[in-house]
Each structure stands twice: as C-alpha cells, then as structure tokens.
C-alpha cells in the first residue's frame, strides 16, 4: 500500500494513540502496509465479521443503521471498522471479541484495499 494512501494514513495515525480512551486493553498495531495480498472478504473476512459484527449491524440489531451484511455495506465502512478495530472500540465490551489474530487479518485486509 503507498504511504500516502488514505488508508495507509488512518491506520498509522491511530495505530500511534492505539488503546487511548478505550476503557479495555488494546493491543499495538504496528502493521500499516498490505501482508497478504491473497486476502479476500469471501475468503475468511465475512465470516469473522459475520461472527463478530453481524449481532448488532444487521436488521434487528442495535446498529442496523450502519449496516455491515455484505461486500458492499463493508466496503463502504472500510475507514470506520479500521479505526474502530484499532482503538478497540469495536466490537464493544460484553460482545464476542476479535482474537488477536482476526484482528491482524482484518486489518490487513483493509492494507491490501479491502478485495472482494
């Protein structure tokens, strides 16, 4: 991912103040550039979020506003669940949680461009 990609830009700024504010404990993130390109959202994403988000932002839920159902409802979020992943402020205490590793995986994920 180019440094001066906007992505790039939001996740290394708030990777520097990451667990700043955030009531649990957050782990560092000190990846801001694409590790696996062979990453995809049908291939293993949407079934973390699926897992982890969908309680909440799918019809029915709490944040069925800010929807997170598919691709496309995601993609279009990408900037939001980045920042709210590395200020763990998402998924909320009292939700299931990201492992550190789904957490690593998503946010790498979003490095490459967020491919279907």
Known sequence: ???NSPL???LTALAAGCGQGAAKACPPDDQAA??????GYDAGIAAILND??????AAGGVEANVPLTDYRH??????????????CTMPPDGSPQLTDAERKQILDWLSCGAPQ
Do not use: N
Not at 34 to 39: K, N, Y
Not at 74 to 87: K, S
């Open 74 to 87: 995601v993609f279009g979020e990408r900037m939001t669940v980045a920042g709210q992943i590395v200020t």
């Open 52 to 57: 982890t988000c969908m309680p909440c932002h």
């Open 34 to 39: 694409c590790m696996d390109p062979s990453l």
């Open 8 to 10: 790039f830009l939001v």
């Open 1 to 3: 991912m180019p440094r």
